[in-house]
């Protein structure tokens, strides 16, 4: 199976909240990755979490972090016709460089005016 | 600040072609990385520069992917002979090495092989 699982899609309407989830199988990893990819673009970093955090909120992103169920969760907050993109969810290893990810296969979130 | 460039944006070539993408990373970032990324996956990991030195490079298909970087700023990544499996979008993104966890990547060239 895959190391990194993500659900495929995710509708929603504007001004509603959007939730993507992750689950991961390595125990051993660090960090915890958000990822948005807009359509001919590369990646942009949102947001990550290190390992020993539960929660991280930047403006109107939130990322949970269940380190027992190996579970990530990014909750957009307001979502906007703007945050339509497919949404990475991705990690690194214990002993892995910068570069070496893990990546999911990405949640493609449209938003519905 | 300039983000990091590529070029071509698209290519389309026929099996057993050679084809090679460019890279220039943003301006000072030591570490540089080449990133396959087939449709409807992420990307993975191909070969990553620390200045003009190869630091992994166990992902690559080395029968008939190569990469350089020599004077540990832009860097080329050639494909010879290309195969259709190869057919995906390449993203180079580098990175300041400087304890950052942030990876800035490049629109990417979409590489199609017939």
């Known amino acids: 199976g895959e190391d990194v699982e993500q659900s495929l899609f995710l509708s929603v309407r504007e001004g509603d909240s959007s939730v993507i989830n992750c689950t991961y199988t390595?125990?051993?990893?660090?960090?915890l990755y958000w990822y948005k990819q807009e359509p001919g673009a590369g990646l942009q970093l949102l947001t990550y979490?290190?390992?020993?955090?539960d929660m991280k909120q930047d403006q109107r992103l939130t990322v949970l972090l269940n380190k027992k169920d190996k579970h990530l969760s990014l909750r957009i907050a307001d979502t906007q016709t703007g945050d339509s993109a497919i949404y990475f969810c991705?990690?690194?290893?214990?002993?892995?460089?910068?570069?070496?990810?893990?990546f999911g296969r990405g949640t493609q979130l449209t938003v519905w005016p | 600040e300039a983000g990091v460039a590529q070029s071509p944006r698209y290519k389309i070539i026929e099996k057993r072609q050679s084809v090679a993408f460019w890279c220039n990373p943003i301006?000072?970032?030591?570490?540089l990385y080449w990133y396959q990324q087939i449709l409807g996956q992420g990307p993975k990991l191909l070969i990553q520069?620390?200045?003009?030195?190869?630091?992994?490079d166990s992902q690559l298909p080395k029968d008939r992917f190569s990469a350089e970087r020599l004077k540990g700023v832009d860097s080329t990544l050639k494909i010879q002979p290309a195969k259709l499996e190869d057919s995906a979008v390449y993203l180079c993104?580098?990175?300041?090495?400087?304890?950052?966890?942030?990876?800035?990547f490049g629109s990417g060239t979409q590489l199609s092989v017939l």
């Open positions: 301006s000072g970032h030591a570490t």
């Open positions: 979490i290190f390992s020993n955090m």
């Open positions: 520069f620390q200045n003009n030195g190869v630091v992994d």
């Open positions: 390595d125990s051993s990893s660090t960090y």
């Open positions: 991705a990690e690194r290893r214990r002993g892995s460089t910068l570069g070496r990810l893990y």
């Open positions: 993104a580098s990175s300041s090495g400087q304890n950052s966890e942030k990876l800035f």
